[in-house]
């Protein structure tokens, strides 16, 4: 999968699969929820990870991201 400018994102389909690379800019945690504000040179976007969805360990991993991490978000 090719991957896209957090700026292109606004113009996909909804639904349609994207993959993102950037900066974590904040992380927040709402129990079972997850909030990752992604940032790269075309802007910011929101990420939502919920824990049943995924690996616990996993989530428990991505939860402890630090401000300016880089991560890839499919």
Known sequence: MEK???GEVFSKSEGEKVKLAGWVHTV???GKLLFI????????VQV??????MDPKEFDEIKGLGRESSVIVE
């Open 37 to 44: 504000n992604l940032r790269d040179s075309s802007g910011l």
């Open 4 to 6: 896209n400018y957090i």
């Open 48 to 53: 939502v990870i919920k824990k049943d969805k």
């Open 28 to 30: 927040a945690s709402l």
